[in-house]
């Protein structure tokens, strides 16, 4: 079992819904998450970063930590064609200072 | 120009060659990592270092071997290609929380490698 586990989808929906993308971990020790977005023949860059339970928004963007249940959401308000790439959740315990990647979600915005 | 800048950007090769991807980075970051991306599997660590003279496995290390000839310059090779090395690869880098850094990693545009 991979220490931290996304669906990968595909995920298709219209512009203008509201996209909740999901990841669950299973190592108590890690104590930061990110969400990383990868366009097309891109690298991955950071989107989301949170150190601890409970929610951070930044614009249409809001990720959300549940340690008690070990799982980790990202969701999109008003999509748009460009929120379309893979999004891959991550977490990683701060001393190490290495990522454990969930396989990603490749995410499609309908016109 | 990028900061973190893999060579090269796509390789053909054949079953028992060697190969070797490139990456050097301007961030001024003293950690350095190599993952490979399948899909359906996401990222796995191959190797990282976090200092010149500091290598470590990452998950997925058989078959690799890397070397850090500087702080800026991060290389993995592959010493006899096989086809289920075919895959794209990223080179990263972060900046040590001791230098201020959040564990946030920096991404290459990746190099993607097929074995035959």
Redesign the interface.
Known sequence: QKEVEQDPGPLSVPEGAIVSLNCTYSNSAFQYFMWYRQYSRKGPELLMYTYSSGNKEDGRFTAQVDKSSKYISLFIRDSQPSDSATYLCASGIQGAQKLVFGQGTRLTINP | DAD?TQTPRNRITKTGKRIMLECSQTKGHD?MYW?RQD???????IY?S?DVKDINK?EISDGYSVSRQAQAKFSLSLESAIPNQTALY?C?T?R??GLG?????F????SRLTVL
């Open positions: 973190v950690r993952y899909p359906g599997l996401g990222l796995r660590l990282y976090f990452g990223f990263a972060s040590s929380l850094g959040t564990g946030e990693l991404f290459g545009e990746g």
